[in-house]
């Protein structure tokens, strides 16, 4: 029986979980530049071991109302398309160890969030959590503009 583990975490009042392969860290929320005519997804820029770090709001790239961060916030940092972003979560509570046959395709009626971010729902303990896919969460033409972005804004970001 195949395992698949995922860790998981808080965005609005909505538990997710991510496929732990597409993690690459897990960092505590810092100061970020803040870039003005971005979209308001894009939270800011943060200096991560000598690499800029575009950082993106899921709470507002999912469509859930704004909040303000607190101390339980982290970034979730994932390698995308050979560069490296963080998505903030209000919370990151555990490691799941998930059962293949526990995970299945997002159901149409799933309308927490576009069903383009989902990778599929997991039944835990009796509980449905929604599988967050990190890498669709940009279209390939935002993509492009991150990429752009980020060169944009490196040595100043660097500075810091």
Known sequence: ????QFVKFIVGDEVFGVDINQTREIINLQEML???????????????????????NLRKRLGFSESEFN??????????????????????????????????????????VDNRFLSGVAKVDNKLILLLDLKAVLTP?????????????EKTVLKQ
């Open 71 to 112: 101390e339980n916030c982290k970034i979730i940092v994932v390698n995308y398309d050979d560069m490296d972003i963080g998505f903030t979560v209000e919370l990151v509570s555990e490691i799941l160890r998930i059962p293949e046959e526990n995970i299945e395709n997002t159901p149409p009626s799933v309308s927490v």
């Open 1 to 4: 029986m195949a395992i698949r």
């Open 34 to 56: 803040r870039v003005p005519n971005t979209p308001p997804y894009i939270e800011g820029l943060i200096n991560l071991r000598g690499k800029v770090l575009t950082v993106f």
């Open 141 to 153: 033409d935002e993509e492009e503009k991150v990429k752009k972005f980020i060169r944009k804004n």
